[in-house]
């Protein structure tokens, strides 16, 4: 056995530490998610804005688009930091401060009136989601660094279940807060403590401890990520079918983010029921996480992606033809599983394409080249709502879902049982 460098043994030496603050960052940033929900409290928000089935559509899509989109574009700058915490530090802010801007936003409604509330709240929102889309590589490599390979996948599950737990304990309290306190300063309040919370979540990240790789080999020749990427794309038709189903289920899954305003119109829904659907959305994605990541390592991802598409076709179902508000529950808990296999499960599978110097290029084509199907599929969805009804969203849906199920079973392959031929490109 070799002996361990000195990055190895300062690494074993601050695991303990380091576990223990980002679990606390882990802890306070669902605690802040519990009372800024992308799932319900951001579109109640919406809501009482806007009647837009679009523009309340596009609220949490906001975010999700945001989170994508960077990742093609700055893993070649991380590849070569031989620190990753001062850029983590200095991107992560712009992920949280808007949040607070969101307060200020909600208590001024009375003075800058709603049309105003409601732009300026969106370019919050924007701002968000690219922070948190410029944080994710930079993140993700410091936590790879600090925490040795054997004990990265108990950090995540414990991290995972500490922000899906904070964010159930939240969300009850914030429909509680909704329902309780007069609009906007009800929202005012909720976001305001969301601020406090990330805040502690940033202190807590702060203290991790990383020592300067000066060890690292950068090249001086800048990366030909693009070059790279048309390589892959031309080489590796598995990887492209996949990338098929990744597009599919951005339109498979559009309606979930409207599942709030269904509750609303349909079932004239109070806030607590709201925190309460939260909390099962997030308790459900809680358990999915760790079950579906375990039986994936066990009987393949792929069959996971598509346990993911049938949730949520049937979520999409149920929620068309829900009888009573309480056929919500289903609803949001099937779309837990469909939205653990999108984003938990599509990036497992990913990692298992190609070679270790190939990997960063197949997660950020994984991530940006579906974020036109991020950006069209909430606008399509509220467009059929408004025009044509819940139904005709929930049933697009409901078909393309089938069609990326029918994909994944009969011509996606496991990467790690199916060879890509190698060409002279690839030498």
Do not use: C
């Not at 040795?148 to 509680?176: C, D, H, K």
């Amino acid at each position: 056995m070799l002996p361990l460098s000195n990055m190895e043994k300062y690494i074993r030496a601050h695991l303990r530490y380091n576990v223990t603050t980002n679990l606390m960052d882990g802890a306070f940033f669902g605690l802040a998610l519990g009372f800024a929900s992308f799932a319900t409290i951001i579109p109640l928000f919406v809501t009482q804005l806007t009647d837009s089935a679009i523009l309340i559509g596009l609220a949490p899509a906001f975010h999700t688009i945001g989170w994508q989109l960077p990742q093609l574009f700055n893993a070649s700058q991380i590849a070569r930091a031989r620190e990753y915490k001062p850029i983590v530090l200095r991107n992560t802010i712009h992920e949280r401060i808007p949040f607070l801007v969101l307060a200020i936003i909600a208590v001024s409604i009375p003075v800058i009136g709603v049309e105003i509330a409601l732009f300026v709240t969106f370019l919050a929102l924007a701002w968000q989601g690219l922070g948190g889309g410029f944080t994710a590589n930079p993140w993700t490599s410091l936590i790879s660094k600090i925490i040795p390979p054997e004990s990265r996948g108990t950090f995540f599950g414990m991290q995972g279940g500490l922000v899906n737990l904070a964010i159930s304990i939240a969300a009850i309290g914030a429909g509680y807060l909704l329902d309780e306190v007069d609009f906007p300063n009800n929202f005012a309040i909720s976001f305001f403590i969301a601020s406090v919370a990330f805040v502690a979540s940033y202190f807590a990240l702060s203290r991790s401890r990383e020592l300067r790789d000066d060890a690292k080999v950068v090249s001086e020749e800048q990366p030909h990520f693009w070059e790279d990427a048309k390589r892959i794309l031309k080489k590796d038709r598995n990887f492209n079918w996949f990338l098929v189903t990744r597009f599919l289920m951005m339109f498979a899954t559009m309606g979930f983010g409207f599942y709030i305003l269904l509750g609303l119109r349909r079932f004239e829904m109070d806030s607590i029921t709201a925190g309460y659907l939260t909390a099962a959305l997030t308790l459900t994605q809680t358990i999915a996480n760790a079950g579906m990541g375990w039986l994936g390592d066990k009987i393949g991802h792929r069959t996971m992606l598509i346990v993911g598409a049938v949730a949520a076709v049937l979520s999409s179902i149920i929620a068309w033809y829900a009888p009573t508000i309480a056929w919500l529950y289903p609803a949001f808990i099937l779309s837990g599983f469909g939205n653990v296999s999108v984003w938990t499960i599509g990036i497992t599978f990913t990692v298992g394409f190609g070679s270790e110097t190939e990997r960063p290029t197949y997660i950020g084509l994984s991530n940006t080249l579906i974020t036109p199907a991020t950006v069209t599929a909430p606008i399509l969805g509220g467009w059929l709502i408004d025009t044509y009804g819940f139904g005709s969203t929930f049933g697009l849906a409901t078909i393309i879902g089938i069609i990326a199920a029918v994909v994944l079973i009969f011509v996606v392959k496991d990467p790690h049982k199916h060879v890509v031929p190698t060409s002279r490109s690839t030498l």
